[in-house]
C-alpha cells in the first residue's frame, strides 16, 4: 500500500525559502509529484519528474524558483524566491493514470499526501 507524508512546510516571508518533504512508502522517486492548492482555486501541478532521468516539469509561476529532487523513498521541493501568490497546500502524489500525466503533471493519481500549509506572508 502506498503512503505519503509530507513536511516542512509554514510561515515564510516574502522572498524567504522552505523544503517540503514527501515521505513516501510503497512507491519510490522518481514516481512521485509535488502539487497545490490555494483556498478558491484549483489544484494545480508545481513540479514533477520528466520523461528523462534527471528532467523535471515546472509551472510557469515556479521556473527558476522552485527544485524538485529525490532520493529513493524521500521527494524534495526546495521553494525559494517565495511570493505570496505561492501560499497554498502542497500535496505530494503517486500512482499517476498514465506517463502523460506525470510528465505534464497533471492531478491525476491514485495516491495523495494530506499535505502541508505554506504561507508566504509579511
Known amino acids: 500500500q502506498v503512503q505519503l507524508v509530507e513536511s516542512g512546510g509554514g510561515l515564510v516571508q516574502p522572498g524567504g525559502s522552505l523544503t517540503l518533504s514527501c515521505t513516501a512508502s510503497?512507491?519510490?522517486?522518481?514516481?512521485i509529484g509535488w502539487f497545490r492548492q490555494a483556498p478558491g482555486k484549483r489544484r494545480e501541478g508545481v513540479s514533477c519528474?520528466?520523461?528523462?532521468?534527471?528532467s523535471s516539469y515546472y509551472a510557469e509561476s515556479v521556473k527558476g524558483r522552485f527544485t524538485l529532487s529525490g532520493d529513493n523513498a524521500t521527494v524534495y521541493l526546495q521553494m525559494n524566491y517565495l511570493k505570496p501568490e505561492d501560499t497554498a497546500v502542497y500535496y505530494c502524489?503517486?500512482?499517476?493514470?498514465?506517463?502523460?500525466?506525470?510528465?505534464?503533471?497533471?492531478?491525476?493519481?491514485?495516491?495523495w499526501g494530506q499535505g502541508t500549509q505554506v504561507t508566504v506572508s509579511a
Open positions: 519528474p520528466g520523461p528523462v532521468e534527471g
Open positions: 510503497g512507491i519510490t522517486y522518481p514516481g
Open positions: 502524489a503517486a500512482g499517476f493514470d498514465s506517463d502523460y500525466e506525470r510528465f505534464n503533471c497533471r492531478p491525476r493519481a491514485a495516491f
